[in-house]
């Protein structure tokens, strides 16, 4: 589904991504960890399309197509939805109205008709009750005021709304208090099926009791030095990356 | 000018001896006393109409255009412009929308104007295209029962003197500034409104303006009067782009609201800018002025502003009465080359007076705005209160916002407050939408119009909707 082959990447003129090579497949929830600073974030958002980033080698391909040459919107419209580690703020704009952009751009993009309303509630409501979410959220400006850990459960909700065929979360365990923590993870594991893969950014090897990877990657220095399976993250959690460093550098 | 020169103006006898002939429609272009007599002949207006005007233009000769103002433009000659034409004459308009410049009726699709109304809006040679006649007669019978006076600005000089002369230049007096003097000189358009004492005007002004928006002119004049507990909402403008022959607009409006009455007065104006480099664009210079003289009135102005070339208006409020309210809200969006200078000024005079402020401005291209507000308290306004907010968002790196804010406060028991913020459009929540599938202009459209949401809510529910359209028309093409 997604192949990342030797990506070089450059930010402000300083090579962040050298090299790095990442294969993940439909159904697969693969875990990204690594010291700060390694390219983790830089790594999601380049898949994203994010401005500011040069690639200046290297293939990102999805479903075989290159990524590279889409806009952003049509990345996500292709299925790529990017959870932020610290979502912005947009005042003004309610969140339920976002929701529903977001959604009708993806069912235009597909050749359907909009959603409508009625559908719409019924399916944000279903959707909002099980992140444990209060309907307020709905009419509130994206973002705005909410708490850090609100903000996450946030991302989850338009995850679940808008079905991405890759969903990339970047430290959406961070700032979660512990019932968040699970009821994060719930919606996490309920996107997981069969045609879908997950990527996930995180430090703690905590989320990953939760949501139970197939594979775990460490990220140095903007190439990813080891995989392995689960059993990597609780080594990572008890030793730290010093060996990994060594082993590589090997 | 020499005082003699002036004292021969003066004394020259206007009622005979016309350059021009009577029975002409239009007058060359000039403006000299013989102009405004025909005008106001060609109305129909008594003597003290014309006596008014004469007092005005008189004022006008001694006074200097505004030059404080944060714009840019070359100086307008007066006497190139003629002050009186009847109607064009059908066959000189367009006779067809074939004839008409695509990108405007481009505009027209996008904002979703009826089809019937688009040919006259392009100023189309039509006969009855709508049923504007039974329209506006459904319209007038339903406010003489309330006992609402609507009518043309002449119409209420011929049929309701007494008023008039009561109340025309009582808010905006004929001195008041050069272009209110000139437009008391000359103006030839506009509408009066009357709400006798306890009616609650029973419908919004507004679809009447919408069907008659083609035939607005260039020297307005509006007076509205709110009798002791009366309630109106007025609307004014259109939100589809309007083309004009005349360069130059200046119009006067005039609001009074008496005890506890209250008047809301909405404007959604859309002038042609002017092609990218501001050619053929609209000078929109406005006065604008409510005056609370009645305990407890209120009277509130929205604005959403995207059109002309050139933008100069202060909607302002006079809070006479005890405890009366002023409001303001403003939504001001230029892109290209426009310049728009636009603010306003809220006065407290009486005792325990309020006011509003909040400003919203979007530059974005080229264009360049600033937002001028005065809030003066007077020795005499215990307790008044204002809070004003002013937003600036920048949508590229060479357009430009500037806020100007005045603040004279003569009595120590007010309470006045000011923000204002200045934010470009951000490139994260643009990323933001667009890595959730909406496209860049529709993000920016977005993005733009929660912004402008503490505003467009003060507008009548139809006018909002058309407003936010009118605003992602605007900024088309802002943004990459
Ligand atoms: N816009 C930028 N300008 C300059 N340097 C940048 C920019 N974006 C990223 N970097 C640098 O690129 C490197 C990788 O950053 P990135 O955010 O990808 O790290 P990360 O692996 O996500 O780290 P963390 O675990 O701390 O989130 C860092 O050294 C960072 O300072
Ligand atoms: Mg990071």
């Known amino acids: ?250 | 000018m020499a005082s003699q020169e002036m004292e021969e103006l003066v004394q020259r006898e206007y009622t005979q001896g016309f350059v021009t002939d009577i029975e002409s429609d239009t007058v060359p272009p000039g403006l000299d006393e013989n102009t405004i007599a025909f005008i106001s002949n060609k109305k129909g207006e008594p003597e003290w109409m014309l006596e008014w005007r004469l007092e005005a233009y008189r004022q006008w000769l001694t006074m200097t255009t505004p030059s404080w103002a944060h714009l840019d433009y070359p100086p307008i000659d007066y006497q190139a412009i003629s002050y009186y034409s009847a109607p064009k004459k059908q066959e000189d308009k367009p006779q067809s929308l074939d004839e008409v410049d695509p990108k405007l009726l481009e505009t027209y699709e996008k904002l979703g104007i009826p089809l019937h109304e688009r040919a006259a809006l392009a100023g189309v040679a039509v006969d009855a295209v709508f049923d504007s006649v039974s329209v506006t007669t459904t319209f007038k019978e339903k406010l003489a029962e309330a006992g609402v006076i609507f009518c043309s600005i002449s119409e209420a000089i011929r049929e309701y003197p007494e008023l008039v002369r009561q109340y025309l230049g009582s808010v905006v007096p004929q001195g008041d500034n050069y272009f209110a003097a000139l437009n008391s000189a000359v103006f030839t358009d506009g509408s009066f409104v009357y709400v006798p004492e306890g009616v609650e005007c029973p419908m919004e002004l507004s679809t009447y303006f919408r069907i008659n928006a083609a035939n607005t002119g260039q020297f307005e004049r509006t007076l509205i009067v709110c009798d002791k507990r009366a309630q109106v909402s007025y609307l004014e403008g259109c939100t589809a782009p309007q083309r004009d022959e005349n360069q130059l607009h200046a119009a006067v409006v005039e609001l009074v609201a008496l005890e506890d009455a209250n008047i809301k007065y909405s404007t959604v104006q859309n002038w042609y800018p002017g092609d990218e480099d501001g050619k053929g664009g609209i000078y929109n210079f406005v006065t604008k002025r409510g005056d609370c003289r009645g305990d407890r009135s209120k009277i509130s102005w929205t604005q959403v502003e995207t059109g002309s070339a050139i933008t100069w208006k202060y909607p302002s409020c006079m809070l006479r009465g005890k405890d009366s309210v002023g409001e303001f809200y403003s939504v001001a969006v230029t892109n290209g080359r426009q310049q728009a200078d636009t603010g306003t000024k809220m006065i407290h005079i009486g005792e325990g007076t309020r006011s509003t402020i909040i400003s919203k401005g979007i530059a974005a291209g080229r264009s360049d705005q600033a937002y001028r507000g005065l809030v003066k308290v007077g020795p005499r306004a215990k307790n008044a209160r204002n809070f004003t907010q002013c937003d600036s968002l920048l949508i590229g790196d060479r357009c430009g916002a500037h806020t100007f804010p005045y603040q004279e406060i003569g009595n120590s028991s007010a309470t006045v407050e000011h923000e204002a913020t200045t934010s470009k459009i951000g490139e994260d929540q643009l990323f933001y939408c667009q890595s959730r599938g909406i496209s860049e202009e529709d993000a920016v459209n977005m993005i733009v119009n929660g912004f402008c949401k503490d505003v467009f809510q003060e507008l009548p529910m139809e006018f909002a909707v058309e407003a936010e359209a009118l605003l992602n028309v605007t900024l088309e093409g802002a943004v990459g």
């Open chain 1, 1 to 250: 589904m997604l192949e990342v082959k030797d990506l070089h990447v450059t930010v402000e003129g300083s090579e962040i991504l050298k090299g790095l090579n990442l294969t993940v497949n439909p159904g697969e929830v693969h875990a990204l960890m690594g010291p700060n600073g390694a390219g983790k974030s830089t790594l999601s958002a380049v898949i994203a399309g994010k401005d500011g980033y040069e690639v200046t080698s290297g293939e990102v391909l999805f479903e075989g197509k290159n990524l590279l040459e889409m806009e952003i919107e049509e990345r996500a419209l292709a299925g790529i939805l990017l959870g932020f580690q610290y979502p912005v703020e947009i005042p003004g704009v309610k969140n339920i109205y976002l929701l529903k952009a977001a959604l009708n751009a993806q069912r235009v993009a597909r050749g359907e008709e909009e959603i409508p309303a009625p559908e719409f509630m019924k399916l944000v409501r279903e959707q909002l009750s099980f992140m444990k979410m209060d309907g307020s959220f709905l009419q509130r400006a994206v973002n705005e005021g909410f708490s850090g850990g609100e903000k996450k459960r946030n991302e989850i909700l338009q995850m679940l709304v808008l079905q991405p065929k890759l969903a990339m979360l970047d430290e959406i365990d961070s700032g979660l208090d512990i019932d968040a923590m699970k009821v994060v993870a719930e919606g996490i594991n309920s996107l997981r099926n069969a045609d879908r893969a997950i990527l996930m950014v995180t430090h703690y090897e905590r989320l990953l009791e939760h949501i139970v990877p197939d594979r775990v990657h460490v990220l140095v220095d903007g190439r990813i030095v080891k995989s392995g399976d689960k059993n990597l993250a609780n080594e990572l959690e008890a030793r730290g990356y010093e060996w990994v460093l060594e082993e590589s550098a090997a």
